[in-house]
């Protein structure tokens, strides 16, 4: 299994290549380990999704899940552009991997 850092690496030549559902199932979990990393930023994912922390282990396999995951990240780009540091990802493969679970281009 690829991860998702294997394709999205800016120097990578597949860097604009679309993840499988696979690999943005695993960008999204790799996302929401991130979220979970801070206090702050779980805690402010959990307050605009409505989600009870205690559900989260329950949710987090679940594609739709993944994708709020990912929108979340889309929603804030300071946060995004951190979480693409960190993870070593190109930026853009956030919306493609929103593509990939079945979400439309964010407005």
Do not use: K, Y
């Not at 307050?47 to 679940?62: E, F």
């Not at 929108?71 to 804030?76: K, M, R």
């Not at 070593?88 to 281009?105: K, Y």
């Amino acid at each position: 299994m690829r991860m998702a850092n294997d394709i999205s690496t800016p120097h990578s030549s597949r860097s604009r290549a679309l993840p499988t559902r696979e690999e943005a199932e695993t960008l999204g979990l790799q996302a929401l380990a991130f979220l979970v990393e801070e206090n702050d930023r779980i805690e402010r994912f959990l307050r605009l999704t409505g989600v009870d922390a205690g559900d989260l282990p329950a949710l987090a396999p679940q594609p739709l899940f993944l994708l709020a995951v990912l929108d979340h990240l889309a929603g804030h780009e300071a946060l995004l552009l951190e979480f693409a540091r960190i993870s070593n990802v190109a930026p853009e493969l956030i919306s493609h991997a929103r593509r990939a679970l079945g979400g439309g281009d964010p407005s």
